[in-house]
Each structure stands twice: as structure tokens, then as C-alpha cells.
């Protein structure tokens, strides 16, 4: 028995990191996976190797800023295994690493596009669909540990962001409670992706920096972060909605930088 069998699910950002972790993790929990994305090879690939593996999945290209694509994915789902019972709404990207007197309106206009807009117009047709066949699903939209607290390594839009992504859950989540459609906030903090290292080459911090910023001390993976999306969409989590979830190895809980030196009588 697997925690999805038999769920549908979409995952945007699916051809790369954690949507592609979360594809194979969904799969291999027995869920039906709509894998949509802009990069249509990778994303074949990433469906390709799930059937590999024996789950259920299909690559649609979708980008998530279009709603004619959105609608086309939801589509694609239904017609494919009937229904929608899960989302995770995973695509995103950094944009442009600057001073925020440096950003222009293009600069904040692409990532709020994705990183928001992206999320509620996938939770649009989501909901739609779900509440067509009588209720009942569950949501998972990927925030970030920044989406809980600031950094300044010069994304601030994409920060602004992922702040939103956690008001529009809880918006959402209770707009939908007692229809059964329960939506959480998903924060991990740095994964190794190549998200992450798109940052780290416009300059903005490096690996260590990131590390130094985690009490746990290493990046974390993106099959680390995908087993909590699973269980978030799971029944096993049927009282959680809602929530914003930090997967960060302790990042938001404080901030560490910079490394705590030992007092007397400390333990290291
Ligand atoms: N990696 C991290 O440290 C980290 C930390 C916190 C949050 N996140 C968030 O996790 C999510 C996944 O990021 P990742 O680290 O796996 O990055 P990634 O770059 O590996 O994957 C992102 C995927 O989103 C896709 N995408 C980008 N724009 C799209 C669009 N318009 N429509 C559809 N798909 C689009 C990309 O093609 C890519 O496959 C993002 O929302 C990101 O902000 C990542």
C-alpha cells in the first residue's frame, strides 16, 4: 500500500529538483503523476524513467504563467485518469540578483508571474476541478524558508514572493476547510537544485554561505523535501491545512550566521 494510491496528482516544475523528485516520490506512492513544466525534454525524461519504474505519469508542457496551459494541464489529468485529487504547485524560479534599488519592473514582473500568479492560477482550475467532482483534495504550494524570513543576497522579489505564496495558502485554505480541499505551504530551505545554483552564479551567496545559514549544516535534497510533499497530500495528513511546513534543516527557526563560536563550558 502506498500513502497516494490511486490519487491523481499535477506537479509543476516537474522536469527538474524537487518537482522531479516529487514526480518519482508521488509515482512510487502509488498516485497517477501529470508532470507539467516549460522544459519539455527534461520533463519527458523525468516521465519516461517514472514508467520505468512501473508508476503512472505523462509530460505535458505547461507553463504555469499562461492560463490556457494551466487549464490545458488539469485537462490532460482528467482526461487521462478521470479525476484531480492533489497538487503540487512547485514551479518557480529566482530571477535576476541585484541590489533592490537595481531591479526593474521586468526583474519583479517575471517572478511574481511564476512564483505567484503561477501558484493561484494553477489553484484556480485545481479547485475548479475538485470541487466539480463534489470536494475533497489536497494542495501543496512550494514557498521557501525565504518565504518566512528575509536574506540579503539581492533576490528580494523573489523573497516578496514566496512571502505571497504563504498568504495565498492560508487564504485558500480556509476559503476551501470545509469542502475538504485542505492547502499547505511548503518551505524548504536550500536544496541543492539548479535553482540554487543559478543564484549562487549571479553572485548571489555561494554554497558555504548557504550552509553556514543552516544549523544542520548541509543543503538538503530534493527527495527530502518531495517525501513531505507526499505526506502533506496524503490522508495521513488529513488534519493539516493551512500550514506553512519548514523543510530547511533549522533555517527558519533562527539565523546562524554568523557561526556561533563556543563559550565556556559549551559543547561545541
Ligand atoms: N532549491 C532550493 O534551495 C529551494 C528552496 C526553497 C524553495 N525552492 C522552490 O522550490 C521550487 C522548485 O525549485 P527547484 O529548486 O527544484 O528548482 P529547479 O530549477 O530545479 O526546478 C524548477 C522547475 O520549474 C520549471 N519552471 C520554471 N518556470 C516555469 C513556468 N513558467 N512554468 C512551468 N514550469 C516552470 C523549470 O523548468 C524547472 O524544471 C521552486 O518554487 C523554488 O522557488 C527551492
Known amino acids: 500500500m502506498g500513502l497516494l494510491d490511486g490519487k491523481v496528482a499535477i506537479i509543476t516544475g516537474a522536469a527538474s529538483g524537487i518537482g522531479a523528485a516529487a514526480a ?3 509515482a512510487a506512492e502509488g498516485a497517477f503523476v501529470l508532470l507539467a513544466d516549460i522544459d519539455v525534454d527534461a520533463g519527458e525524461a523525468v516521465a519516461q524513467s517514472v514508467r520505468g519504474h512501473g508508476g503512472q505519469a505523462l509530460f505535458l508542457r505547461t507553463d504555469v504563467t499562461r492560463d490556457s496551459d494551466v487549464e490545458a494541464a488539469v485537462q490532460a489529468a482528467v482526461a487521462e485518469w478521470g ?13 535576476v540578483a541585484c541590489d533592490l534599488d537595481q531591479h526593474t519592473e521586468q526583474d519583479w514582473g517575471q517572478v511574481i508571474d511564476v512564483n505567484l500568479h503561477g501558484v493561484a492560477r494553477c489553484m484556480r482550475y485545481e479547485v475548479r476541478q475538485m470541487r466539480s467532482q463534489g470536494g475533497g483534495g489536497a494542495i501543496v504550494n512550494t514557498s521557501s524558508a525565504v518565504g518566512l524570513m528575509g536574506v540579503d543576497v539581492g533576490i528580494a522579489p523573489y523573497v516578496a514572493s514566496k512571502h505571497a505564496v504563504v498568504g495565498l495558502t492560508k487564504a485558500a485554505a480556509l ?6 480541499i485542505r492547502v499547505n505551504a511548503l518551505c524548504p530551505g536550500g536544496v541543492a537544485t539548479p535553482l540554487v545554483e543559478h543564484t549562487q552564479q549571479q553572485g548571489a551567496g555561494s554554497e558555504e554561505a548557504a550552509r553556514d545559514m543552516i544549523p544542520m549544516r548541509r543543503l538538503g535534497t530534493p527527495q527530502e523535501i518531495a517525501a513531505v510533499a507526499a505526506f502533506l497530500c496524503s490522508d495521513k495528513a488529513s488534519y493539516i491545512t493551512g500550514s506553512t511546513v519548514a523543510v530547511d534543516g533549522g533555517m527558519s527557526a533562527g539565523y546562524p550566521r554568523p557561526l556561533r563560536v563556543a563559550v565556556p563550558g559549551s559543547v561545541g
Open 24 to 26: 518519482r516520490e508521488f
Open 175 to 180: 476559503e476551501f476547510a470545509a469542502r475538504g
Open 83 to 95: 479525476r484531480l485529487d492533489l497538487a503540487f504547485n512547485n514551479a518557480g524560479i529566482d530571477g
